[in-house]
């Protein structure tokens, strides 16, 4: 009503501004009438008479409303409504109905919680309602509300309800979820009010039809260059790639036109096009040529307009004579050059031109790492001089067809295998790079992604540049070369690349240059840092290729995950990761539970759980430190000893830290077995009062290999170890010991035969407590209960 009462004042202002203008010359009778009705109009709201429009009441219909991961049921109440009275129009963000009955006129429009699908929408009228059925553009967390606008901030809220039968409880409802930043959706009160905000679909995608495997053949016709995204609603990835589409899409209606593909409706036409991870994207040829691309590679519209751009353009260039070819050339730092004669008696040389051609289009779908070129040329068009010439560069001789990979400062490489698709695609890739290659922040986790044993070269700064270029053009010429194609070598500045680079290869920097060779297959890292009076040398690099090709070195850094920062790790259980695992378990002021675990492992939540009550207990002990270790994300160091398979766990006693005692797992991990394990192995007993019940009779011992803290431990033993240690007279101990258990239950506990007679006491007495417990409620529970 105070809508109603909103807009009609609306209109009465104006009537009067009209009214008001009319009255120079005087007040004519048509505008006097309008400013009558108005007011009129106005006392009929006021005073509650019905809003009529002609003969009929205009109301607002009720609307309830259910949902699903990616569909919304709606359905509008309207008695007695004429079906060619219906009017509907649906956008991204909006539904607006409008019909009538003989008796009224039902209007309603609605601005949805968050963007649909309105051509995957569908209606239909029911015994007196209009029932929608809605796809949602992205799979999210069940829609926290229907409307854009807060509770409580719109009229329409009044008319808003639950269709209960359709609704699912929330026990039942699909295991969907958004990502962390999603979490204040999670929390229903707060997502009644909350103002919805969501960056990514503030782009319309009106200029990206939706497709299916009816409509594409057709969307395709007459188009020489499109693309498709395949997407899939339920990935949040595809949801940055749809955005990405929508922002480009008015700028490229008329050169690149887009479409999008639902991966959920479309089922058979994802399996006959091969297309089997999302999102995925195609560039549509109109020679009928088909050629995938990664669209999560772009970040910003820009690049990703670029690229469209691109596909426009020729795959390759045409070199008709000598001095076209040399000015090509020279103007590009490396080009995939094919020579054919079409003249030729040769068999397959137009076999041979077509998978070029092919190629060539297939490479300019890739996102470059480095910047090549194609270029072709027909040497039956050639002056025979000028094209022997040519070949002259290369050391070849005429008739030849055939491909070579020309350089900058480099050698050329002559393709000499078999034309065929996959060897020529994967020789014209690895061939591309250079001997020696520059990276930097932006294509590092490219160059990564090639999967070979890769050489950093990260230039310091405390060195003359000229001595750095030196060094470089050395290392390019001599082991880069030698070892090109088994082993990349890269390199960049320091001060040029961003932290997580530096985090990766985890070698210490000093200032001067050094090096790093990474291991893809194992995860290793193998350092090469310069001597503390000289720099690094191409000698050094060359003897670590070697060892490392011949398996003869001993990886400097394992796998590993990031140290993790002090002021977040607070325990009671304390992270570690392999980079930091020997220094922190062979602390000499404590004894340090390690457990290794896995998150595969089914029961590692239930295990976490009693880890963290038992270092809860041990918490207020400043000579015991928990700590637990990601077993698959972190590789055992290679001076640190095989503890066995995980989850395990281990203390690492001040005592002896290369004899460390294992916890017996067997009756599983449990706080007060772990208390009890900790109170015979640590470097000083539990407190009496910290200690749990004693554990039954044959559950097992709780400890493990090399067994129990030896008799003459104590604290005066520990004192004369740490002088020993500080004055540099400690022995030398690294050798890692491990010993069976020989202690028993009864060294541990006690007689087995009193202990058991004991625990048959304490269960006896125990069940007599709870007959008589049951007796007592019984007596006390009303009669009507009974």
């Not at 570690?576 to 602390?587: A, G, P, Q, R």
């Not at 398979?645 to 007060?672: H, L, Q």
Request: charged share 25%; net charge negative.
């Amino acid at each position: 009503r105070l809508l109603n009462i909103f807009s009609t004042s609306v209109r009465v202002d104006k009537h009067f501004l009209e009214a008001r203008q009319a009255m120079e010359p005087p007040l004519g009778i048509g505008a006097f009438v309008r400013c009558i009705f108005s007011w009129s109009l106005l006392l009929a709201v006021v005073t509650n008479v019905p809003c009529v429009h002609g003969a009929q009441l205009r109301t607002t219909p009720r609307v309830l409303w259910a949902q699903r991961p990616l569909i919304l049921f709606l359905k509008l109440v309207t008695p007695d409504l004429i079906e060619d009275s219906v009017e509907i129009r649906l956008n991204d963000t909006q539904l607006h109905f409008v019909g009538s009955s003989p008796s009224q006129v039902f209007e309603i429009r609605l601005s949805f919680f968050r963007w649909i699908e309105p051509q995957q929408c569908e209606w239909e009228m029911k015994s007196g309602e209009v029932q929608f059925t809605i796809t949602k553009k992205f799979e999210w967390i069940y829609w926290p509300r229907l409307l854009r606008e807060p509770k409580g901030t719109g009229p329409l809220w009044d008319h808003i309800g639950v269709d209960w039968r359709r609704w699912k409880a929330e026990s039942d409802r699909s295991s969907s979820s958004g990502s962390s930043e999603d979490d204040d959706w999670h929390d229903e009160d707060f997502a009644l009010t909350k103002k919805a905000s969501f960056p990514l679909e503030q782009w319309s995608t009106q200029e990206v039809p939706l497709l299916n495997a009816t409509s594409l053949p057709a969307w395709l016709e007459g188009k020489p260059v499109s693309t498709v995204l395949f997407f899939d609603r339920a990935d949040r990835r595809s949801l940055t790639s749809h955005a990405l589409f929508a922002s480009i899409s008015y700028m490229m209606k008329d050169h690149v036109p887009m479409a999008r593909i639902d991966k959920q409706t479309n089922s058979l036409l994802m399996k006959k096009m091969h297309v089997t991870h999302f999102p995925s994207a195609h560039i549509f040829l109109g020679t009928g040529e088909t050629l995938p691309y990664d669209t999560t590679a772009f970040k910003r519209g820009r690049e990703l307009l670029d690229f469209l751009f691109r596909q426009t353009q020729p795959a390759w260039g045409e070199l008709h004579n000598l001095t076209q070819a040399t000015e090509f050339l020279s103007n590009y730092s490396r080009v995939a050059v094919g020579m054919f004669d079409k003249t030729s008696a040769a068999k397959g040389v137009a076999r041979k031109e077509k998978q070029f051609d092919y190629m060539a289009r297939e490479f300019r779908v890739r996102v470059d790492l480095v910047p090549l070129v194609f270029a072709k040329l027909n040497a039956s068009l050639w002056d025979p001089q000028e094209y022997q010439t040519f070949l002259d560069r290369y050391n070849l001789t005429a008739p030849y067809t055939g491909l070579v990979m020309d350089k900058h400062s480099e050698d050329a490489h002559h393709y000499v295998y078999k034309w065929t698709h996959k060897l020529l695609t994967g020789w014209t890739y690895n061939t591309q790079f250079n001997y020696l290659e520059s990276i930097n922040a932006n294509n590092f986790q490219e160059f990564r992604q090639r999967h070979k044993p890769m050489l950093y070269v990260m230039l310091g700064e405390e060195e003359e540049a000229e001595a750095q270029k030196g060094f470089l053009q050395q290392l390019k010429e001599t082991t880069a070369k030698k070892y090109w194609g088994t082993v990349s070598f890269v390199w960049t500045h320091v001060k040029l690349v961003k932290d997580d680079i530096m985090q990766h290869l985890r070698c210490d920097y000093t200032g001067q240059t050094y090096a790093v060779l990474e291991d893809f297959v194992n995860e290793y890292m193998y350092c090469a840092t310069p001597d503390r009076d000289s720099n690094l040398t191409v000698t050094r690099l060359e003897k670590l290729v070697a060892g490392y090709l011949e398996q003869s070195l001993k990886p400097d850094k394992v796998k590993s995950e990031k140290v993790p920062d002090a002021k977040k790790n607070r325990g009671p259980v304390y992270k570690v990761v392999s980079d930091n695992l020997m220094e922190t378990v062979l602390d000499a002021e404590r004894d340090v539970v390690l457990h290794v675990y896995s998150k595969t492992d089914e029961k590692w939540e239930d295990t976490a759980f009693e880890m963290e009550k038992y270092a809860e207990a041990v918490e207020d002990i400043a000579t015991i430190k928990v700590v637990a270790m990601e077993g698959l994300m972190n590789e055992r160091p290679t001076d640190f000893p095989d503890l066995g398979y995980f989850p395990c766990t281990w203390i690492f006693p001040m005592y002896d830290k290369y004899t460390p005692r294992a916890f017996n797992a067997s009756a599983g991990i449990k706080s007060e077995r772990l208390l009890w394990w900790t109170h015979f192995t640590a470097s000083f007993p539990l407190a009496a009062d910290m200690l749990p019940p004693k554990p039954k009779v044959h559950y097992g011992i709780p400890v493990g290999h090399n067994g129990i803290r030896p008799a003459h431990v104590d604290a005066q033993y520990l004192a004369g170890l740490k002088a020993e240690t500080e004055s540099g007279r400690a022995p030398i101990r690294g050798i890692w010991k491990f010993e069976d258990n020989n202690v028993t239950e009864e060294d541990l506990f006690g007689n087995m035969e009193e202990r058991l007679k004991e625990q048959e006491r304490e269960e006896a007495a125990a069940e007599r407590l709870a007959l008589k417990a049951q007796s007592a409620a019984k007596a006390a529970a009303p009669k009507e209960e009974l």
